[in-house]
Structure formats: structure tokens, C-alpha cells
């Protein structure tokens, strides 16, 4: 029985299904059968089981009972969220902006628009996570005003917007799949991994991926726009477009991305494969974002760092007095929020700060 409006920390540790236990590996298994179902379902055997649904409840298609299923599951996640720590006026912000995003941005207005002679289109994607939006052939088909919009939004606004304000804006605030790692996955991003192994692998899993949706939407469009007829690269082109969808956009993004949430965390798609993730965080390395620590505060007590849903070891950062800037970080403010000495502060002043950092021999830029 809780005896507090908000749920002690220690809470966490109690209760099996957020300590991979048995129930913990059964929901992973049956996220697992979920998105097999979802993505696969009609292809290699598999029963369809979505699409009839969809047409059943008048949804256009088995991509929509998805989505509604996943708006549901974040409204779900961000009543549990905001009754975990609802305490701060960041958190009720950021979970409030995020769920609205998803709900009109995210569902709503790509289901309603086809039906008065408009497009489907996901204001709220933006290459290269929403890898298609910069191919010719996508691009061609949408007025010029949302092609546009996909461009600009990609390539200008979004890494500028990393610079002066960290990539937080968007992993934090907008992106569906940051919005379902910090509602639904909440309850398990104590389990994400601070080891060495795992921060190695992240560096080169997630900046191999960028390269990947780099080439392979070079290589793509060159096909779309008719170079290269009768060489290697109509077959490279083709493949690269199969394969890039099934690995990166069903498999890591989908499937492994959340059914892991109950045993590796929910950040796992965030933190090691999203090449948007990569991208803002080499704007964020180079602009103002950083979290500051107050200097000879921290007791050490590691909050921080268990509650940090990107495994980023905050409090060796606390108790150095080291104030940081991490390209993971994604300005969740969680690991500020469950300080209980307050050591910790998100702002966006790292440029001004900097010559103090310099006076003090702390680096400016931290990987
Ligand atoms: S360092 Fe803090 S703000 Fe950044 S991801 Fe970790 S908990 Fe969130
Ligand atoms: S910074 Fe705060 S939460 Fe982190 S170890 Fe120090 S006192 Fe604990």
C-alpha cells in the first residue's frame, strides 16, 4: 500500500515484474508475439490477424490499429508516469506535450487527412528516422509543401534546434518512440545497462546505423532518379531498400526496440540503434545543452544514475563536480528529479559556461 501521494524510489526494487523476474521475461515474450504478429503477420506462414480487424472497425489499415494500440498504451504509461513523479512541472510538461504530439500528430491527423482528399503524413517524423521521407519517389508523391516541410525539417531545423536547446526537444518531447520508452517503458528504465560494454557498444552500434540510412538513401535516390540504369546499383538500390526496412525499421525499431522494454529497459531502440538519436546528438556535442552539477553537494547516494534511462553514469559525472555534456543524454531530467540534494540542473547555457569549465580544467564536451 502506498502511504505517499508519490511512490518512494526503493519501490521500484519490490515488485517482480520490474526486476526481471519470470511475469518480466513473460511480457517481454508476449510484446515479442505482438510485433511478430503485427509486422510479419500475412508473410513467411503467419496468420493475418490485423488487417482483417482493421477493416473490421473501419481503421484503413492494420498500421492504424497499431498506432491506436500504441497511443493507448502511452496514455496508459503517462497516467502511471505522472503518478510515479507528477511532482514537477517539467515532468507534466514534457509527458503532456509528448502524449498530444502522439495523439494529433501521431495518430489523429495521419488518420483523418486521407478522408478530405489530403495526404497521410507524420508531421512528427522526420528523417532519418522516418527514412523514407527523402526519397525521391516519397517526395514526389506528396505536395511540394510537405516535401518541402520533410527537408527542411530533417536537414536545417531539427539539428539546429539540437544545438541551442539539446536534443531533448525531440527525444523528450516529441518522438513516439521516446514517448513510449518514458510512459510505457517507465516502470523499467532502472534496468538499463551503465556498464563500459554497453556504452562501447552504443557509440559504434548507433553511428553505424546513421551511416547505414546515410548511404543507403544516397544510393536509393540516385536509383529513384535513374542513374546508374543497367549497373550494379539498380540491384544494390533494391536490396539496400528491402533490407534497411526489415532490419532497421521492423526489427531494431520495432520489434527488439520494445519488447525488451521489461528486461533490458526501454531506451534500447533510442540509445543504440535510432540514427535521429545519432544525429542530434553530434549537434547537441557541439551547442549549449549540458547538465550542470553543483559543486560538493553529491552524497553519492547513485539515483542518478540507476533512474538514467540512457545507462549514462551521472553520479561519477556528480562526483567529480563535473558538469556534462553526453550526445546520449536525451534531457529526460530524471536523473535532476530524483536527486535528493538537487546537485543536478538541465539549461541550455553551456556556451556562457563554458569559461568557467575552462578556469576549473573540467572538459567543456563529454562523449
Ligand atoms: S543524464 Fe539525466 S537527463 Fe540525461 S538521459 Fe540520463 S536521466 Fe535523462
Ligand atoms: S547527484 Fe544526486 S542523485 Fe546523483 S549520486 Fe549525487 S546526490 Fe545522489
Redesign the pocket.
Known sequence: MHLQAQEGLMSTFRTGWRSRSAVAYGLSLLLFAFYISMYFGGQYGLPDLWQPLAEAVGLRSKWFVYGLVYTVWMLIGAAWYLRQHGNSRYNQARIGVNVAVQVVLGFTLPFVMPLFGGTEYYFSYFWPLKYDYLYPHTMWSLPWYLALYGVVMAVFTAPLAAVFFGKRWYCSWVCGCGGLANTFGDPWRHLTSSSTASWRFEKYAIHAVLGLAVVSTGVIAMHQMGMGEGTLLVPIAQQTKIWYGFVVGSILSGVIGTAVYPVLGPRIWCRNFCPMAALLGMSQKLGRFRIR?KKD?????????TYCEMGID??AY??RNQSFTRSSCVGCGM?AH????G??RLENGAWEQAEDKQLQGLSIIDY
Open positions: 552539477v553537494m553529491c552524497i553519492s547516494c547513485g539515483n542518478c544514475t551521472v553520479r556528480a562526483q536523473c530524483v536527486c535528493p540534494r546537485v543536478l
